[in-house]
Structure formats: C-alpha cells, structure tokens
C-alpha cells in the first residue's frame, strides 16, 4: 500500500499517488447529487436528488470500487479530468487545490475529524432525497450555491 506524505494536500494535483489522490475526498457527497443543465445557458444546476449507491447518513459511495458496474456514466475524476468538470462543488478539495487554493478550516485532513464536513454544513447529510423514476429532477432544483 501506498503511504501519504505529510501535507500531500499541499503539493500538485498531478504529484499525488494513488492513496493521497483518494485521501484528498473530504466526505461532502456534493458530487453524487443529480444535475439539470440549461439547454439555452448551458447552466448547471444541483438538485437533492442523490444518486441510489450514496449513502445519504455517511455521504459516501456504498460500492465506490465498482460504481461505473452500476451507474455506467459515474463520473470518475483524475488529475486530468479537474479541469473539464465544470460543476465540481465550488468546496471541493480537488477544485480547491487545481486553482491553487488551500483547503478549508473544517476538511479532516486540516482538522483531523472526518465528521467536521457535516457540521459545517457542506456535505449532502439531512437534506436529499433518494433517487427515484417518478422525481422530476426540475423541482429538487437546489436555491443554495453547491
């Protein structure tokens, strides 16, 4: 297995190994809610709406190893995917430091508790709802900046 160097967060994106890529998630779930694009402004909006393999109480993936086997389009982000993923969440550790900026006061790696995303109020926890056929995506549109 792979270790993380101390402060890795720090480095390029491009530096980081395998573990220190994965490492770098602050737990959010941000990235799993469902998306409606404006077809006239080419917009991207975040609904509620989370995707069926996220665990709304944890915020994470429930079959992360072997999403794509489930949602065949799951988005899988890389070094060099960043910058083309427009919607990533404007707290997202990874789009933080693509544009060089640190992380914030309440990501674990900066606090040392996994548990800090949800008190502050920037993960997924308590206010989605499960995926479903019958959801108009159009009226779980999210007011707040995601």
């Known amino acids: 297995m792979t ?6 967060w720090d480095l390029p994106l491009g530096a980081l190994n395998d573990a220190e890529w994965e490492a770098l998630c602050d737990g959010c779930g941000k990235c799993c809610l469902h998306k409606v694009e404006d077809e006239d402004s080419g917009r991207i909006y ?14 994470c993936c429930m079959h992360y190893e072997t999403r794509n086997s489930y949602v065949p389009d799951c988005v ?22 693509n544009e060089g900026l640190p992380l914030p006061d309440w990501h674990y790696l900066i606090c040392g508790d996994r548990e800090a995303v949800h008190r502050a109020g920037e993960s997924v926890r308590g206010w989605t709802v499960g995926e479903s056929d019958e959801l108009d995506l159009e009226d779980h549109l999210v007011e707040r900046e995601i």
């Open 76 to 97: 899988r982000l890389t070094p060099e995917t960043v910058d083309d993923i427009v919607w990533l969440p404007r707290t997202c550790a990874y789009r933080l430091r």
């Open 46 to 59: 975040f609904t509620n709406v989370r995707c069926r393999l996220l665990d709304a109480e944890r915020a």
């Open 3 to 8: 270790s993380l160097r101390p402060r890795f």
